[in-house]
């Protein structure tokens, strides 16, 4: 298997990870004026929150009326098995229904319910 040149690159940010979290740095760090740099395993229009199977998992309240943040960071803890970081599992619940929608506005196409709804898709806990 042939190896492409190697070049050069300057950038003011380098972005791991193409997916939703990766997407919505670059955006964060774009709109701040950065020069921003994407690299992923994957090809662009195959990013894994974008074709998540069945839908995301995020405290949307869409599917379960009584989902909640709070819930979300809890079932992520011990799903887990204690040994993420809590205020960061809680910050990250907590913000996740206002950066879906924020990714929803700059076009992520997420699975969706027939009525329109994003589909959410429970793990774990």
Known sequence: MSRA???VVATSALVIGTG???LRAAIELTERGKDVLMIGKRNRDDAHTALAA???NAALAT???EDS???HAADTLEEGYRLSNPLMVQTVAKEAARAIED???YGTPFARESDGRISLRFFGA
Do not use: F, H, T
Request: charged share 20%; aromatic share 6%.
């Open 5 to 7: 040149p190697e070049r």
């Open 20 to 22: 939703g979290a990766g």
């Open 54 to 56: 069945g839908g995301i």
């Open 63 to 65: 599917v379960d009326p």
């Open 69 to 71: 943040w709070q819930q």
């Open 103 to 105: 990714l929803v506005e």
